[in-house]
């Protein structure tokens, strides 16, 4: 079955630094990956999405990669900041040369602190 | 810019009786999803709706539950019979065709199964 799993529950860096949060999946080949921040009892938001013939997307201080091949995707903040303290979502989607626009699969997520 | 509302934000009930959970999708969307959040767990697929028909669904979602969009902009999650273990964050999710496959959420109700 499909299995995504997120570094680490838990991230704590200092303000300025680069934070870098990682998700891996097995048994999946997915057509694109999205990565979502979520805050205490509120709904995730969507921050980048990147697709399987894409090595790296950039927004702002976002960035991600994504390498098919180790079946992994990078999400790298830069410059962090306090408010940038949140839990961050991977979620791999569709199917590799699909047009699926169907259901989102969630990695547990990552909880970063950004400590000033 | 257009957001996705849900209402209640909310909902106390008792075990053994019916909820339903409404949302507003983004006005131009044409996909729409149920999702849903226990307490300090990951978010979970429910199921998807398109076309006025349910285009996928997870093993959750069983027959207890059920989807309508009853007119041009509501979207709803009916659970029959709620049970202690419905007790979650649910979330409604919408998106656009040509939008990236960037899915936006609403807010979540929160249910409260006694």
């Known amino acids: 079955s499909q299995k995504i799993e997120q570094n680490s529950e838990a991230l704590n860096i200092q303000e300025g630094k680069t934070a870098t949060l990682t998700c891996n999946y097995t048994?999946?080949?997915?057509?694109?990956l999205q990565w979502y921040r979520q805050d205490p009892g509120r709904g995730p938001v969507f921050l980048l999405l990147?697709?399987?013939?894409?090595k790296e997307k950039r927004k702002e201080r976002l960035k991600v990669t994504f390498d098919t091949t180790l079946k992994q995707s990078l999400f790298h903040i830069t410059a962090s900041q306090p408010a940038d303290s949140a839990t961050y979502l991977c979620?791999?989607?569709?199917?590799?040369?699909?047009?699926?626009?169907?259901?989102?699969?969630f990695g547990q997520g990552t909880i970063l602190t950004v400590h000033p | 810019e257009p957001e996705v509302t849900q209402t209640p934000s909310h909902q106390v009930t008792q075990m053994g009786q019916e909820v339903i959970l409404r949302c507003v999708p983004i006005?131009?969307?044409?996909?729409f999803y149920w999702y849903r959040q226990i307490l300090g767990q990951k978010v979970e697929f429910l199921v998807s709706?398109?076309?006025?028909?349910?285009?996928?669904k997870s093993e959750i979602f069983d027959d207890q539950f059920s989807v309508e969009r009853p007119d041009g902009s509501n979207f709803t999650l009916k659970i029959r019979s709620t049970k202690l273990e419905d007790s979650a964050m649910y979330f409604c999710?919408?998106?656009?065709?040509?939008?990236?496959?960037?899915?936006?959420f609403g807010p979540g109700t929160r249910l409260l199964v006694l």
């Open positions: 999710a919408s998106l656009g065709a040509g939008a990236g496959r960037a899915q936006y």
């Open positions: 006005s131009n969307h044409l996909y």
């Open positions: 979620a791999p989607g569709g199917n590799a040369g699909g047009t699926s626009y169907g259901k989102l699969t």
């Open positions: 990147i697709r399987e013939n894409e």
């Open positions: 048994n999946y080949s997915p057509a694109y």
């Open positions: 709706f398109y076309n006025n028909e349910i285009s996928e």
